[in-house]
């Protein structure tokens, strides 16, 4: 059977059924959202004279959910006018409307009386052949399949969405005994390539995979913190990240997830896993029942274990001391060995320092990382059978950079192996016949490719879907060129990938050497180029602090030389004889967006924040991004806009230093080309997609463009009523004095200069204003101080 995903409903508009109907709405599908009718109104509804029949009335649930979600921070969709797709209803008159779909999601009350109610109606509705999934994340996907027909257990399955499920890219896959092997297949491809995720194919155990061993690491983590007298503070400090975990750390997470979930997910394994060795580690401590007690259950209740406070001072965030069972203000952790890690960026590195460290933080590592080596070998094959679905679990669904089993490789499979045992903890039986085998790690990577230790086979298997996912760091031994900061990969079929690994991925004199070096050595010996990194961003952009220093230094030939050098790197890339294809994805700012407009394609994650923000530290786009601007304004002149229409839209994106919250926002700023560039879901796709791409375009003959001098700028007409503009802004102290000299200057350049009526002009013309106008910024002594403010904090002052 050949399914095509056209209609979902959702069942059930809490905080996770409203934002899984967003999901499905921002990547085009339509969805038809329902929840149950009020059993009364409220006092609105009462002044208005409504009954419970009327169709505002009953769709009242609903509609708060679903406005809620879409004005919740962050968004849950990629941009607001997707919302248009989720119609919404009630089960008591909309149900019979799922006849009309082909995926249907229940995500109502964790409780299996309700959830069997609902799908009494769903049997009653249904068309045969439809999908239906719960999104439970506790109760057995077994038991809600008892009593159906046999053709809703063919089509039925669970499917665990994290919430929230725009950003946590975890979805666990969770068949029971009677769903049809070609229903798992068909969801875990669509998981993957259409809503973005990590789909993992998991038991139907307690917990699944993600929460079985992420909320084990967490009680483990409370366990150690008692045993070692730590305090709140310091296991935050230790559990963030230090170690590759999100800034939420251990107990910020509790908190945001909410504390009573945390308990109700321990303790449904403390009840219903009896031959888990570890089982102990779920009793609840009695602080944490304490803390349930008290109703102090985190964000939801406004306290838990940090408290917000307003107070002489201003907002204080307080911590919660777990004896005394008051709060406090936060203390400052010191650990040397965390001083003395922090500035090494290489995660891996770091993660090797600490655990190596004798003093407390070490002892805290080495324990924990015993207790979770521990707790993961035996997991398997109970919750998994293979080792690579718990890393990929806990780095999709908890956020780990890297995963339990990975780091366990990290730190020594052997080594670790011993630790545990030393202290009193046991490793599985599988690992120990591994090792005994001459299997020293759990993965190896060979040709690019990456493989993971089969316990069936007792041999290495190739990763699934290898030939999808191109992971830079598999490709070491590829590396045709480097210097300290870049590299250039063959990454296979005639492509070259170019990456870099700087801070941020800031790009400096070395990454624009590397980046021209690529475009050689590609147009030499290669079909084409790709630009993109594995970092968690793509580019934040040129090297401010590079900047500051010529800047205050008044070494402005330098300064005019590599703002020259990062404008022929840009146009080296767009007029190359070889298709370029850039992949940003995450922040993807100033610099970093001029590589993306000067592309032949680009190939973006959904989920890329792109922008030119030069003005936001008192300068304008220098590398070419200015010019690019304007250029695209022109383009939409000869589309037969009114002519100054496009070059406002233009100009206001850059003068108001606007970063898309989307890839899919990027097109509607003009910075990304409808009906040209491409969107990825699947960041793990984004490398080889962009590889798709660059083939596609040599396949098709690609050509080396030929340099624009037809670009229509308007001069005087136009500069005149952005200047107004700019004015009004000031006057209505909406801008400050500087910005509105900023503005000025990008009005000029953007509109070609003082010319006295439109003219066509070269690509060059604009470099040449841009630079000069850049250049004549960075002796501005408010510009200064705003890139000194950016170097010391990471945001610029509004002076």
Known sequence: ???????????????????????????????????????????????????????????????????????????????????????????????????????????????????????????????????????????????????????????????????????????????????????????????????????????????????????????????????????????????????????????????????????KVAKGVLENCPNDEAIAIFKIPDFLQKVVENNWLGDKTGQGFYKKTTGANGKEILTLNLQTMEYGPKQKARFSSIDAAKPVEDLKQRLKILAGSTDKAGEFYQQFHAYLFSYVSHRIPEIADDLYKVDDAMKAGFGWEIGPFESWDLLGVEAYAKKVEEKGLTVAQWVKDMLAKGFKSFYKVENGKKYYYDIASQDYKALPGEGSFIILENYGSNVIWKNSASRLIDIGDGVVCFDWQTKMNTIGGEVLEGLNK?????????????????????????????????????????????????????????????????????????????????????????????????????????????????????????????EEEPLKDYFMTVATAKVATSGFEGFDMGVLRKGHDEITMNPSRLIADAKRSVIALADEGYTRPVERTDVKVMGRSALGALLAGIYAMKFGNYISEHDEKVAQKLAYVMCGGDLTEPTLVSEQYLLDLEREAFLSLCGERKTLERLQSVIKTGKPIRN
């Open 1 to 263: 059977m050949q399914r095509h995903i056209n209609k979902v409903a959702v069942l059930g508009s809490g905080v996770m059924g409203s934002r899984i109907a967003c999901h499905f709405a921002g990547i085009g599908v339509q969805v038809l959202l329902l929840d149950i009718a009020p059993k009364e109104l409220n006092d609105a509804e009462k002044k208005k004279n409504l009954t419970l029949d009327s169709p505002a009335v009953k769709n009242r649930i609903v509609n708060d959910a679903l406005q809620a979600a879409v004005k919740s921070n962050p968004s849950p969709v990629f941009t607001k006018d997707v919302v248009k797709l989720i119609k919404t209803g009630n089960f008591t008159d909309d149900m019979k409307k799922i006849a009309e779909v082909d995926w249907i999601i229940e995500v109502v009350v964790e409780n299996l009386a309700v959830k069997k109610i609902v799908f009494d109606q769903v049997e009653q509705f249904r068309k045969p052949g439809t999908l239906v999934t719960s999104n439970t994340s506790g109760i057995p996907i077994h038991l809600m399949a008892e009593g159906r027909s046999e053709d809703f257990q063919k089509n039925f399955c669970g499917s665990h969405f994290f919430n929230p499920p725009r950003y946590l890219r975890l979805l666990e896959i969770i068949p029971t005994p009677h769903t049809d092997p070609a229903v798992v297949d068909f969801l875990m491809e669509y998981g993957d390539l259409y809503l973005g995720k990590t789909t993992v194919l998991c038991k139907d155990t307690p917990a699944f995979i993600a929460n079985r061993v992420g909320v084990y690491s967490i009680m483990a983590i409370f366990h150690i913190m008692q045993e070692m007298g730590l305090g709140i503070d310091e296991i935050d400090a230790l559990t963030g990240p230090v170690i590759g975990r999100p800034k939420s750390a251990t107990f910020r997470t509790a908190d945001v997830v909410g504390i009573d979930t945390l308990v």
């Open 518 to 642: 690529a475009v050689d050595r590609a147009e030499k010996d290669f079909r084409g180029l790709v630009v993109a990194n594995d970092g968690a961003n793509f580019s934040a952009g040129a090297n401010v602090g590079m900047i500051f220093m010529m800047a205050a230094e008044q070494e402005y030939d330098e300064l005019d030389m590599a703002v020259r050098l990062f404008q022929r790197s840009t146009m080296r890339l767009r007029y190359s004889s070889i298709p370029v294809v850039v992949a940003p994805h995450a922040l993807t700012l100033g610099g970093g967006c001029e590589m993306a407009l000067h592309a032949d394609k680009v190939q973006a994650a959904a989920e890329t924040y792109i922008g030119l923000v030069e003005l936001g530290v008192g300068l304008i786009p220098g590398g070419g991004g200015t010019k690019e601007m304007a250029l695209r304004a022109s383009n939409e002149f000869k589309e037969g806009r009114i």
